[in-house]
């Protein structure tokens, strides 16, 4: 039976239907746009598009029970151009090597973008971490450290935490590598906890370096970030800490959510209140003085400021013409799909990417690396100020090329970032 046109429903359909939501294509999208933009050489091209060493590796473990299970782990390293590979360690169950080639594209940009020498590399292990024991943990984490140990080290590619890791993991990831090599090597990743060579500020600088590159675009939107309304998608290193750090702004948090779903007051949300329930009930959903709201709706929901803080793709074209807010600060990696960036850009929604907006994180990385290399630690005032210092900076000139090139500032921070790493591989020349 033929279906008449008004029968059609009107709203947008769940499932986009021409949408590629593989992130390294979308990686790779985003990369062609700017490539053209700056008219690159096709040769060119090929060298930053694709990464330069892929590791995968078999991780067998004993598992508490006594039985071992064979878990599937990746190291890859984009781009070394700049400096040693530089990326986080993610433990997920739907870690695919295609994400990861796409994490460890996005470190190279990211690194890249602020003008920290680092190239960009990414690791992963497909496992289920909020299952495991912190003994199985151990041993997993120590057991992939080792397999990639041959192509990790302070000159070489220095991990960090992602997603579902922390500074324990580094402990350990740290005195697995220091064991091998038989001294102490502070400086094999970084994220480690301060008595451990870790850095002060290392651990809220992702969060606190997107406030600061928020505060910049408040400021061209002549927008109050006192009183403004934010929403926070994740509740992990980086959305637990925003939320803080947004509010010590006198911003008010509305909503904020984890993977099992999120909750809302028009009121505001103590974002203390709401660690401090997480740390009981492993979620904020059910927490007192809330109303309970997906994580679907709560991307669309009347904010100022939207802050996707959890996984990939989850502004696409289904949803991008409901998103509210002015501002949408990426502080996960790669939220928003490259069609998604052009429906926000149209409608005048600010999008500070996440290139941008979470490399706070990696740039503290750097500043640990430098104090681990010399032996020599900082206040946590002075890191503090020297992250202040490059995210405004950054944010500055990612801004004047998106208003000199009439480009949004996802295309303007790529223009930024892979013009660097190119004049780096141009003037390096090819070996042999
Ligand atoms: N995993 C973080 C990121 O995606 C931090 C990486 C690092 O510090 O090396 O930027």
Redesign the pocket.
């Known amino acids: 039976m033929a279906i008449s046109a008004k029968a059609v429903p009107q709203a947008i359909p769940r499932i986009a239907p021409r949408e590629d939501l593989n992130v390294f294509r979308i990686s790779q999208i985003q990369f062609d746009i700017a490539a053209e933009h700056l008219k690159l050489d096709q040769g060119l091209r090929q060298v930053l598009r694709t990464p330069k060493r892929i590791m995968e590796v078999s991780v067998p473990t004993k598992m508490d029970n006594g039985q071992v299970k064979v878990f599937q782990g990746y190291r890859v390293q984009h781009n070394v151009a700049r400096g040693p590979a ?5 433990y997920h169950p739907n870690v695919t090597l295609d994400e990861v080639k796409a ?1 460890a594209m ?2 190279t940009w ?1 690194c890249a973008a602020v003008n920290i020498p ?1 190239g960009g590399g ?1 690791g992963g292990v497909i496992c289920d971490p909020k299952r495991m024991s912190k003994s199985e943990l151990e041993r997993m984490t120590r057991r992939f450290c080792s397999e990639i140990l041959p192509i990790i080290g302070p000159e070489r590619d ?6 579902y890791t922390d500074s324990q993991t580094m402990a350990w990831f740290m005195d697995t590598y220091s064991m091998t090599v038989g001294h102490t090597a502070l400086a094999s990743v ?2 480690k906890p301060v008595p451990l060579g870790g850095s002060e500020g ?1 651990n809220e ?2 969060a606190r370096g997107c406030l600061f590159v928020t505060e910049e675009a408040c400021k061209t939107k002549k927008m109050n970030l006192r009183g403004a309304t934010v929403a926070i998608q994740g509740f992990g290193n980086a959305g637990s800490i925003a939320a803080r750090l947004f509010t010590e702004k006198k911003a008010k948090v509305v909503a904020i959510s984890d993977s099992r779903g999120g909750v809302h007051n028009s009121r505001g949300i103590d974002p203390y209140k709401a660690a401090r329930y997480k740390e009981r009930s492993g979620t904020v959903v059910g927490m007192p003085g809330t109303s309970r709201i997906s994580n679907d709706d709560l991307l669309t929901m009347k904010c100022d400021i939207l802050i996707p803080a959890a996984l990939e793709t989850v502004i696409t074209l289904n949803n991008a013409d409901l998103v509210k807010a002015k501002i949408v600060a990426e502080a996960a ?1 790669g939220p928003t799909t490259p069609h998604a960036d052009e429906a926000l850009a149209k409608r005048g929604i600010m999008v500070l990417p ?1 290139i941008l907006a ?2 706070g ?2 740039t ?3 500043f640990e690396w430098v104090q681990d290399l010399q032996s020599f630690f900082w206040s946590e005032a002075e890191v503090n100020a020297k992250l202040e210092a490059v995210m405004k900076r950054s944010f500055q000139e990612v801004y004047e090329t998106s208003r000199k090139n009439h480009v949004h500032m996802r295309t303007a921070a790529y223009m930024l970032a892979v013009g660097r790493v190119a004049d780096a591989t141009v003037v390096r020349g090819l070996f042999p």
């Open positions: 530089k990326g986080g360690i993610r994490l996005w470190m990211k680092f990414k220095i991990p960090a935490p992602d997603v970084t994220g290392r600088a992702t990696n996440d979470n490399s994180g990696v503290t990385s750097y």
